[in-house]
C-alpha cells in the first residue's frame, strides 16, 4: 500500500498548486477578466473531461490501467512545460486545451486502480486519499509563500511538473487489482446502457453534480475574491488549507459512518455543509470568516468521495466499475466546468456575490436529489424484504 501513499501524495502536490494559483495567475499576472479565466478554465477542461470515459473503456478492453496512466502523466508533464512558457490568450486556450485532455484523466484512472485494489483487499481508501488531501493542502501553502519570497508566479507550474516526474517512476510499480486483469470483457453496447438504466446511479450521478461540481466550480473564483477582499497570495494557500484540512479527518471515518449512518444520510451532510458555505460567503466580507467558511468544503467533498465510490460500487456490475466510474468522473468534470463557464459571466455582469447565491439555489435542488435517492432506496429494501418473505 505505501506505494499508493507515496503516488497519491505526489500527484496531488501538482494538482494543488496548479489548481490554486491557476486563476490567480491568468486574472493579476496576465490580466485576463474574469468571463476569460472561465473560457480556459470551463472549455479545454470539458474537452479534456470528454475523453476521460474513452480512457477508462479503452483500459477496460486492453486490461492495461497503469500504462495508460504513465502515457497521460507524461504527456501533462510536457505540456505543462508548454503552458508555463505561454502568455497571450489564444495560445494559452489552445495549449489548454491539449494540455487538460490529459490532465483530466489522472485523478480518475488513479483512483480507478487504487478503488480497485482496495477493495479486493478489504483496505480502506479513505487513508491513501488523505495523503492526497495532504499534499494538496502543503503545495498550495508552500507555493504560495515561494511566490510570495521570490515574486515568481510561474512556481506552481514548476511544482506541479516535479510532482508529474516523480509520478512517471512510482507509476508502473503500483499494485494492479487480480480482479482488472481476469474480469470479464466489455459489451459496450449492452452494458452501457444498463449503467444509464439504473435509476439509482443517474441519482448518484446528479447528486454528485449538484455537490461536488458545484464546490469545484466555486473554487475556481473565491482565490480571487479573497484577493479582492484585500488578502495576499499566501492566505489563498492558507484558503486551500482550510478547504482540505478536514479531509484528513473525514477521508478516514467515513466508511465507518457509512456502515453506522447508511449513503443517504451521509450524502444529506455533504450538502448541508455546502449550503451552510453558500450563505457565509454570500453575506460577509470578513477575510478570516470567508477563510473558516471553506473548511466544509473538505467536509463535503471528503464524504461524498468515500460515499460515491463505496455506492456505486454496490449497485453496479463489478465489470462496469471502471466505466461507471470514469463516467461518474465525466460527468463532475462537465458539470464543474460549465458552472466555471457560466459563472465567470455571471461576475462579469453581477458581480461575486451572484455566484454564491446561484450556488444557494442549486444546493436546495440537491436536497430534492437526495430526497429522491432515500424515496428510492427505501423502495429498493421493502422489494427485497418482500421477495424474501
Known amino acids: 500500500m505505501s506505494k499508493f501513499y507515496i503516488k497519491y501524495l505526489c500527484m496531488f502536490i501538482g494538482l494543488g498548486s496548479f489548481m490554486t494559483y491557476l486563476p490567480v495567475y491568468l486574472e493579476k499576472t496576465l490580466n485576463f477578466s474574469p468571463s476569460q479565466i472561465g473560457i480556459i478554465v470551463s472549455i479545454p477542461s470539458i474537452i479534456g473531461i470528454a475523453l476521460v470515459p474513452i480512457w477508462g473503456i479503452i ?40 494540455f487538460e485532455m490529459f490532465r483530466n484523466s489522472l485523478l480518475p484512472l488513479a483512483d480507478t486502480i487504487t478503488t480497485s485494489y482496495c477493495k479486493e483487499q478489504n483496505k480502506n481508501y479513505g487513508k491513501v486519499r488523505v495523503l492526497g488531501s495532504i499534499g494538496y493542502a502543503l503545495s498550495a501553502f508552500i507555493c504560495g509563500h515561494i511566490m510570495n519570497l521570490t515574486g515568481n508566479d510561474l512556481a506552481f507550474f514548476y511544482m506541479f511538473m516535479f510532482s508529474m516526474l516523480l509520478c512517471l517512476f512510482i507509476t508502473p510499480y503500483l499494485n494492479t487489482p487480480k480482479e482488472m486483469e481476469s474480469k470479464e470483457k466489455l459489451n459496450l453496447k449492452v452494458d452501457i446502457k444498463k449503467l ?17 461540481a458545484l464546490s469545484d466550480g ?23 488549507v482550510f478547504m482540505v484540512a478536514p479531509e484528513l479527518y473525514f477521508m478516514v471515518k467515513t466508511k465507518d459512518l457509512l456502515k453506522k449512518y447508511g449513503n443517504t444520510k451521509m450524502i444529506t451532510v455533504s450538502a448541508i455543509a455546502l449550503f451552510i458555505r453558500w450563505i457565509i460567503y454570500t453575506f460577509t466580507n470578513n477575510i478570516a470568516l470567508f477563510i473558516l467558511a471553506s473548511a466544509s468544503h473538505g467536509v463535503a467533498i471528503a464524504i461524498m468521495t468515500i460515499t460515491v465510490f463505496d455506492f456505486i460500487g454496490n449497485v453496479v456490475e463489478k465489470k ?14 462537465i458539470g464543474s466546468s460549465v458552472i466555471k463557464l457560466i459563472y465567470g459571466n455571471i461576475i462579469d455582469l453581477y458581480g461575486m456575490k451572484a455566484i454564491f447565491i446561484c450556488s444557494i439555489i442549486i444546493s436546495i435542488i440537491s436536497f430534492g436529489i ?18 424474501s418473505e
Open 218 to 240: 466555486v473554487s475556481a473564483y473565491q482565490g480571487i475574491h479573497l484577493l479582492n477582499l484585500g488578502a495576499g497570495k499566501e492566505l489563498v494557500g492558507m484558503l486551500t
Open 59 to 98: 483500459s477496460d478492453i486492453i486490461k492495461k490501467q497503469k500504462l495508460i496512466l504513465w502515457i497521460n502523466v507524461l504527456v501533462a508533464f510536457l505540456l505543462g512545460y508548454l503552458y508555463s512558457k505561454t502568455t497571450s490568450f489564444i495560445p494559452i486556450f489552445i495549449v489548454a486545451i491539449f
Open 370 to 387: 437526495i430526497f429522491a435517492i432515500n424515496k428510492l432506496e427505501y423502495k429498493n429494501i421493502n422489494n427485497t424484504n418482500i421477495i
Open 320 to 333: 462496469l466499475y471502471t466505466t461507471a466510474m470514469t463516467i461518474y468522473t465525466f460527468c463532475i468534470g
Open 196 to 212: 444509464f438504466t439504473n435509476k439509482q446511479y443517474v441519482l448518484i450521478l446528479l447528486a454528485s453534480i449538484s455537490i461536488v
